[in-house]
């Protein structure tokens, strides 16, 4: 089935969307856009365990599959506890609580914009 794909910050929103629905915590999307130009937005959530942040790495993966988006790398597992995928404009961090709070990524990229962030 094609559709029209939808613009960066609608495929960011629906990465959200699915994180969410797999029960992600501390999900944060990032305008990346003023700040770097290898991409617009950063998706960053965490999950509780390696189980989870699989569910929520696949989740993301079929619903942006859903709407037209490739997948063109993707780095880590969840045995490493992060896993990162790229989709182009919008990357994708899953991490879990130890290394959420180790890598830090929102205070790397402070400079950027928070459009959503849901606890």
Known sequence: MEGVLLDPGQLARVAVDAASDKKAS???LLDIREVTTFADYFVICSGSNRRQLQAIAEAIDEQLSIQGANLLHREGDAETGWILMDF????????GPKEREYYDLERLWSGAKTVVYLQ
């Not at 182009?88 to 991490?95: A, E, M, N, R, S």
């Open 88 to 95: 182009g404009d919008v990357i994708v961090h899953i991490l």
């Open 26 to 28: 501390d999900v944060l």
